[in-house]
């Protein structure tokens, strides 16, 4: 008998608000049915709940949540569903695909088959399968689209946000391309103007993303990209930085490899665009600059920078908002199986699928926790394989089953045949064969499982061209030079073998997507990433809710009071470098990209990001995303329920040591990966370095300083301050910048070494430091803010008790506050009031007050007003 598989708590939330089939009218609800209920009508943070109802009168109805209460709503703000379990929707998906087969006999076979992959999600179909297949004729079944990039006019860009806009409603996510609009300030003949930019054009697109209701049941994703060569590429870096500006849309900077030579040798960069004066060129033009030289059109330089500045100023944006992410997009089309009749241009909004113009992709992912061999302590290999290999077919059977809204969608697919298989649950796997995430082992472990997937996903394709045809564009030569399946046939010559007797059916086979919501929905590990936390709280459109990972929650069940083993590792506990070589090893077997993000914790610096992202380029990673703990006002995942954004997350633990049977193969994944996995450099500074674990209490004190009020945040290591962190002034100040930076210089002296007395040392070197003013009189003077720093760590070292013993300078004195962290200093705005200090750029005093708007110098006279 199948299993239904009832669902709870978020995971049915999720279940019912997108995925099953819905009853569109709600006027037909009935005492019994079970609904989803709008709890709160916020459009920022609304909240649902699910729950049964009790009672009708009219429109209004009465619900009785699954928490115990009771509501009364309209029938309007419900969700009213056809399924009410998984099973029902397994049944209708299975039949759907089926359908595609040819006979009753065959279209049977493969109802089971596919009913059988779907059964106990060990086959999680992607969103827009879920929610539309064998339920609308209207829903497309894909998720990723790439539309070309814009012609250079008002009618083409109009044309391509008609485009956008079409496909959005109909649940599917667009990527943009904007390289083929002219630079801001470049001359609009037909107009006798000016144009206002290929950004100013993303504004729109963005805007107009974040009115559409997308599919009935979310709002519309949007990626935005640059090539590296185009004149805006750095108002495109910068654009998030200004309040407002492309709220709606990820960005990311299409890269070269002859861009990253330039950086690593530090030579100077041509930003570049098609004469628009030629006679053909908005017939020829289409954003392809290297299409454009071949026809031997003019280019017209209009600046020369060194490449190091725009790397720079990706790095420096990448670390302030984790955006724009970059596509190392030469890279990607030398790996590309479609490199020699269709070029990636840009990819869908989460980065994982690349795409030519008009290309689409449908996704749907293993859910690998299913896998899991308790027997023999392994992966259960043998149903891997046949569920990797009908899923193969799941997939290519959507292509002839989805709707197709544009003639040039459907011409593209068939042509090429595109489809993207992944996985979610691989760390709650690692967990329980007892390999921990980022480890040496892991790296072994995750070549060995994702080259298995491949292999056999591929020899699946290929079985499947044999009996339904190749994909169109199929040319077995070229097919075989990517530098993908260079690598395959190097490792599996049988794949090589199948493609030239049987053919392809499918030109791209595996994309690693992030399956957030279908893996919280089925209650395990989304995509390749490692868990967040094991115990979090998760903000979205259905509310704020409390989640709690079973696996672990069952282990501590299990052995009540001890710590979870090393191998429950969660995202901030490993290293950024250890998720980019983790990324690296997947890539290796996945011909399309991924989607990863490199955690960081709160106080990774501008050159660590920097690091990472060339680290990044050299493993092979298509692609990269980091995201600094903190960095954002609003994140979807937290580990604490206030928003506290202060704690800075720390490194892991220095990595397991591979075993010694394994060291010659892990030689040669580092050889394909080209980098090691533990250099000696991070292991002599591991034993010097304490690192700091995942909580730390301590106390924060405000003190006045001739700076404005400091908030200094110090936290306890073994009893003893650990680190320092400093609040002053505003945000994107000079002081704010320096009292950040002397935090982080403190905490690196506590936590480095062994020599004893380290804060008494501390506060002999900053007491009594003074700059050009003071605050306060006697033994409450404060001299500057590292004085303030030592003064604090002095009240802290005599009383280490949770509420730290009071400390009252003059002017508005307060006492010490127990609470971790204390919120920045905010400017006021009340009429003529001074509300911080600064540095004055004139006299270097710290005399710079904010009036009125204006930044005036008490000391020289200064003034400056916004």
Not at 27 to 35: E, I, L, N, Y
Not at 391 to 414: A, C, G, M, W
Not at 582 to 610: G, H, L, M, Y
Request: charge should be negative; charged fraction near 25%; proline fraction near 4%.
């Amino acid at each position: 008998m199948a299993i239904t598989h009832k669902l709870e708590g978020l995971s049915e939330k999720i279940f019912l608000d997108r995925y099953a089939w819905k009853n569109a009218d709600t006027s037909k609800t009935a005492v019994g049915d079970v609904v989803l209920v709008l709890t709160k009508d916020d459009p920022k943070f609304p909240a649902k709940e699910v729950g049964e109802v009790i009672g009708r009168s009219g429109s209004e109805v009465t619900v009785k949540l699954r928490s115990g209460d009771t509501v009364t709503t309209s029938v309007e703000k419900l969700t009213l569903t056809i399924e009410k379990t998984p099973g029902e929707m397994w049944d209708r998906l299975a039949s759907a695909m089926a359908s595609a087969e040819q006979g009753k006999e065959n279209q049977q076979l493969w109802t089971e088959r596919f009913r059988h992959v779907l059964d106990d999600w060990k086959l999680v179909p992607g969103g827009r399968i879920a929610a539309g297949a064998g339920a609308s004729e209207e829903l497309t079944l894909f998720n990723c689209y790439v539309i070309p990039s814009p012609k250079d006019s008002r009618g083409g860009i109009m044309t391509t946000l008609s485009e956008m806009t079409e496909i959005m409603a109909r649940g599917g996510g667009v990527g943009i391309n904007l390289s083929s609009l002219r630079p801001r300030r470049a001359i609009v003949a037909g107009v006798n103007g000016s144009s206002s930019g290929a950004v100013s054009w993303g504004g729109l697109f963005s805007y107009t993303t974040g009115l559409i209701e997308q599919g009935g049941s979310r709002r519309g994703a949007l990626m935005l990209m640059i090539n590296d060569w185009h004149p805006d590429v750095l108002d495109f870096i910068t654009v998030k930085q200004t309040m407002g500006q492309v709220t709606n849309a990820n960005l990311s900077v299409c890269v070269s490899n002859a861009f990253m030579k330039a950086v690593k040798e530090d030579l100077e960069w041509e930003l570049v665009f098609p004469d628009t004066k030629e006679k053909d060129y908005d017939e020829l033009w289409d954003g392809d600059l290297d299409a454009w030289k071949k026809l031997g059109k003019k280019v017209i330089p209009y600046k020369t920078v060194r490449a190091r500045e725009i790397w720079h100023t990706i790095i420096e944006s990448a670390w302030k908002s984790a955006e724009p992410g970059v596509v190392f997009m030469e890279y990607y089309n030398q790996m590309s199986n479609s490199w020699y009749f269709n070029p990636i241009i840009c990819t869908n909004p989460c980065g994982e699928q690349g795409l030519p113009g008009w290309g689409v992709c449908n996704l749907s992912a293993i859910n690998l926790s299913k896998f899991y061999d308790a027997s023999k302590q392994d992966v259960d290999w043998e149903e891997l394989s046949k569920v990797t290999q009908w899923s193969v077919r799941f997939l290519d059977n959507v292509i002839d089953t989805t709707p197709y809204h544009f003639e040039e969608n459907e011409k593209n697919q068939k042509k090429e045949r595109r489809v993207g298989l992944g996985t979610m649950g691989l760390a709650e796997l690692m967990i329980k064969l007892g390999i921990r995430y980022g480890s040496p082992e892991s790296l072994l472990f995750l070549d060995k499982l994702y080259g298995f997937i491949a292999r056999e996903a591929y020899l699946s394709s290929a079985a499947i061209a044999a009996e339904k045809g190749s994909f169109e564009a199929f040319d077995a030569e070229k097919f075989l030079q990517s530098g993908f399946m260079k690598n395959m046939v190097a490792e599996f010559p049988e794949v090589g073998e199948a493609v030239l007797a049987k053919g392809i059916r499918n030109v791209t086979v595996i994309t690693q997507a992030p399956t957030g919501s279908t893996g919280t929905m089925v209650g395990t590990s989304t995509g390749i990433e490692p868990y967040f936390a094991f115990e979090y709280f998760r903000q979205s459109r259905l509310g704020f809710d409390k989640q709690l990972v079973p696996i672990a929650q069952e282990w501590k069940d299990a052995h009540p009071g001890e710590e979870l083993p090393d191998y429950f590792v969660t995202a901030m506990d490993l290293s950024a470098k250890d998720h980019i070589r983790a990324q690296a090893a997947i890539q290796r077997w996945v011909d399309s990209s991924i989607s990863k993000t490199a955690n960081c914790p709160a106080d990774f610096t501008v050159e660590e990001t920097k690091e990472l992202y060339e680290m990044a380029f050299d493993l092979g990673c298509k692609g990269v995303t980091i995201y600094r703990d903190g960095s954002r006002d609003v994140q979807v995942l937290s580990t604490k329920k206030d928003e506290d954004k202060s704690s800075a997350a720390g490194e892991a633990a220095a990595a397991s040591e591979a075993p010694a049977k394994e060291e010659e193969k892990l030689a040669t994944l580092n050889t394909t990966l080209n980098a090691k996995v533990s250099p000696q450099a991070e292991q002599d500074f591991d034993k010097q370095y304490k690192r700091r674990p995942q909580i730390l209490r301590g106390a924060t004190y405000k003190v006045n300083t001739p700076f404005g009020m400091a908030y200094i945040t110090i936290n306890d290591l073994n009893g003893t301050p650990g680190e320092i962190f400093l609040n002053v002034g505003k945000a994107g100040s000079d002081v704010f910048a320096m009292a950040e930076a002397l935090g982080r210089v403190c905490s690196l002296f506590l936590r480095y070494g062994d020599h004893g007395n380290k804060v008494k040392l501390l506060i002999k070197h900053l007491k009594g430091i003074g700059g050009s003013g003071a605050i306060g009189f006697g033994a409450n003077r404060v001299e500057s803010i590292a004085d303030a720093v030592a003064k604090a760590l002095e009240i802290h070292i005599e009383s280490n008790e949770e509420q730290a013993a009071a400390y009252e300078p003059a002017n508005d004195a307060a006492p010490a506050l127990a609470v971790a962290p204390a919120p920045a200093a905010q400017d006021s705005h009340k009429h003529g009031e001074v509300t911080s200090r600064d540095l004055c750029p004139s006299c270097g005093s710290a005399s710079l007050l904010n009036v009125e708007g204006c930044k005036q110098c008490s000391n020289c006279g200064y003034s400056k007003c916004n």
